[in-house]
């Protein structure tokens, strides 16, 4: 079994930047596609971004695109998500999800383990 917990959440202005971190325990996930999902208050969980086991290749939402980047350590069985030019609108609790297959998941592909969230808020 696959334990996944965030860190790096909290508030910052918009503008400002942050850097999660989604750490496995339990058994690597170095083989494992990873991804980050959010849920804004009143909204439904969407997703953020995801990688492949090599971290070779990258997909992310719209909404996201060029402000956030997604990439791995294997060595260190850690995702990471470093936010940029943030804006109020990335306010939620981000989700670091891991996925039972090496490839690229598509969108219909859902993640077989998740971790417990991390709040993020941003000012205006």
């Known amino acids: 079994q696959v334990q996944l917990v965030e860190y790096g959440g909290g508030l910052v202005q918009a503008g400002g930047s942050l850097r999660l971190s989604c750490a496995a325990s339990?058994?690597?996930?170095?083989?494992?596609?990873m991804g980050w999902f959010r849920q804004a208050p009143g909204k439904e969980r969407e997703f953020v971004a995801r990688?492949?086991?090599?971290?070779?290749?990258?997909y992310y939402a719209e909404s996201v695109k060029g402000r956030f980047t997604i990439s791995r350590d294997n060595a260190k069985n850690t995702v990471y998500l470093q936010m940029n030019s943030l804006k109020p609108e990335d306010t939620a609790v981000y989700y670091c999800?891991?996925?039972?297959?090496?490839?690229?998941?598509?969108?219909?592909?859902?993640?077989?383990?998740w971790g417990q969230g991390t709040q993020v808020t941003v000012s205006p």
């Open positions: 990688i492949n086991w090599s971290g070779g290749s990258t």
């Open positions: 339990g058994r690597t996930v170095s083989r494992y596609a």
């Open positions: 999800a891991g996925y039972r297959v090496i490839i690229l998941p598509t969108e219909a592909t859902v993640p077989d383990y």
